[in-house]
């Protein structure tokens, strides 16, 4: 009897070793394993770290003010606007002034359920191609059907380019969300072209359905997927071509709109049909089905990489809520913030080389710790650990909103630092090499802000958003801003800067009670 060729074809997408957490005199240094195995804790990063340069940052306030906005994306088309996303259902344009257009770019409030903190229109990509097609998508959750998932794929209106076309829906993915929480998100396109969609464990607390370690299901999951065909262009994946601008609008132009419900994913045992609207990348780590084998020509190897029934549309797994992702534009590589559980937020970092496949820990571990904490440290380590991790103490925080790495040209004391915060905290940490090589992370700023969400715009220059919310609240509220992060020498005359938070506030108080004793009276 023999194998079928693809039935091992995720085998080596499970050989990568990520670059971060693994001692060079580990016992498994330079030894492809899969990806459920443990790196060393000994070199996850946590605050206190002291980066080159000694970096210094403020958040200057950009616009108005927007209603609860939790996540901020570009076009790249060349007109400098930023798209921020309400979580009530609504996306505002900001100008390349800093002027916000009157009218929402898109409202989606009719179909949006946001009764609860963590529900509502949560993430926004623009199609790499949007200059020529047009085309868009966004994650929310919907009301009709009580809070599950939707991923719908949308274009701009044809007479206006500051008005999206709602008519144009297209259903590109529907998920069962069991509980109101830990429902993730965020989505983003790669640099690979494929759509990356972030989805949390089902909610409740401590994973009940034990999903993160799941591969039959969607949650506690990174997702990717291909939309191109569909759309008439080139498939997605590692090392793919992408199309044009000639070929993106010969592509756009023979685009006919159908309005079809595509691939129902229920979250239980077994494989769905996938719809036409998408389809599985090549090169994902679990695409293999359950195929012809042989019993006894196989090693160990073999068969610890042999998922027959995972869905083939998961990139990586063992995720708890990764509410923000990003990937960094210069190198490639997905920066993951997973929000934990009662005692640590962790930061995960995959390189671009990777071929998927990674097993993030959850649930068990959060961070580099053990879930439950009653069993520290007494447990196994299994999966990829974070890159950084902070606790929930004083000093750090209890909601990780993950940000992004800088590439702009503007402030170059901040090139190469991946920039993350806190939703509770509001504290704002930088992480990087240090010159050592190992992993830093150093606290830059310290805000009064609630922290919500993160993005980019097509010059590099990193934006954090913020709400006056809080669990509890029935509708969201307008209280809500958009910041931009500068160099700290760099602030514009004139310009509002974030108030400070409380710990900062005391300490330079106490720096000025200090000073002042120690001042002779005149």
């Not at 069991?178 to 949390?200: A, K, Q, S, T, V």
Request: glycine letters at 14%; one cysteine or more.
């Amino acid at each position: 009897v023999m194998m079928l060729a693809a039935g091992f074809a995720s085998a080596a997408a499970q050989d990568a070793t990520p670059t971060a957490g693994t001692p060079g005199d580990a016992p498994n240094a330079g030894a492809p394993l899969p990806g459920q195995y443990a790196f060393y804790p000994s070199e996850v990063a946590q605050p206190g770290g002291d980066l080159p340069g000694e970096p210094q940052i403020e958040l200057v306030r950009v616009g108005g003010e927007f209603a609860e906005p939790v996540n901020v994306a570009s076009p790249k088309d060349g007109t400098g606007r930023i798209f921020v996303v309400e979580r009530g259902g609504t996306i505002r344009i900001v100008n390349s002034d800093g002027t916000v257009q009157p009218e929402p770019f898109l409202d989606w409030t009719g179909n949006t359920m946001s009764a609860f903190l963590e529900q509502g229109l949560l993430g926004l990509a623009f199609h790499p191609n949007y200059a020529q097609n047009g085309i868009f998508y966004i994650n929310y959750t919907d009301l009709l059907r009580s809070g599950d998932v939707f991923t719908l794929q949308m274009q701009v209106s044809a007479d206006d380019p500051n008005v999206a076309d709602p008519e144009s829906a297209e259903v590109i993915s529907f998920r069962a969300q069991p509980y109101p929480n830990h429902i993730g998100g965020d989505i983003e396109f790669g640099p690979d072209g494929c759509l990356y969609i972030g989805h949390g464990d089902g909610g409740l607390e401590g994973d009940p359905l034990d999903a993160g370690q799941d591969l039959t299901t969607h949650l506690g999951k990174m997702l990717r997927i291909d939309v191109n065909p569909s759309l008439g262009l080139p498939a997605c994946g590692k090392g793919s071509t992408p199309a044009t601008a000639e070929e993106a609008t010969a592509a756009a132009e023979g685009m006919v709109h159908e309005d079809i419900t595509h691939s129902v994913s229920t979250g239980g045992a077994g494989r769905e049909s996938i719809g036409e609207n998408y389809a599985i990348p090549a090169d994902n780590p679990f695409i293999a089905g359950d195929d012809i084998l042989n019993l006894f020509g196989l090693t160990e190897d073999d068969f610890a990489r042999y998922h027959p029934y995972a869905k083939p549309e998961i990139w990586a797994f063992g995720i708890r809520n990764p509410w923000q992702f990003s990937f960094d534009r210069e190198t490639g590589d997905l920066w993951i913030g997973d929000v934990g559980q009662n005692f640590w937020e962790e930061i995960d970092f995959e390189p671009a080389s990777s071929e998927g496949g990674f097993n993030y820990g959850w649930k068990f571990l959060q961070g580099s710790h053990c879930f439950p904490d009653s069993m520290n440290p007494d447990c196994p380590k299994v999966g990829v650990l974070p890159v950084a991790e902070y606790p929930h103490d004083p000093s750090g925080g209890s909601t990780v909103i993950g940000g992004h790495v800088y590439r702009g040209d503007t402030y170059s004391a901040l090139q190469g630092i991946y920039f993350v915060s806190d939703f509770v905290s509001g504290r704002v940490w930088g992480i990087a090499p240090g010159e050592d090589g190992a992993w830093q992370m150093e606290e830059l700023l310290d805000t009064a802000l609630f922290t919500t969400g993160a993005g980019e715009d097509e010059a590099g220059n990193i934006y954090f958003t913020s709400c006056e919310c809080g669990y509890g609240q029935v509708v969201p509220n307008p209280a809500g801003s958009l910041w931009m992060l500068v160099a700290a020498d760099q602030v514009p005359e004139g310009a509002e800067v974030a108030p400070e938070g409380q710990q900062q506030a005391e300490q330079e108080q106490d720096e000025t009670e200090a000073i002042a004793g120690a001042t002779p009276a005149p």
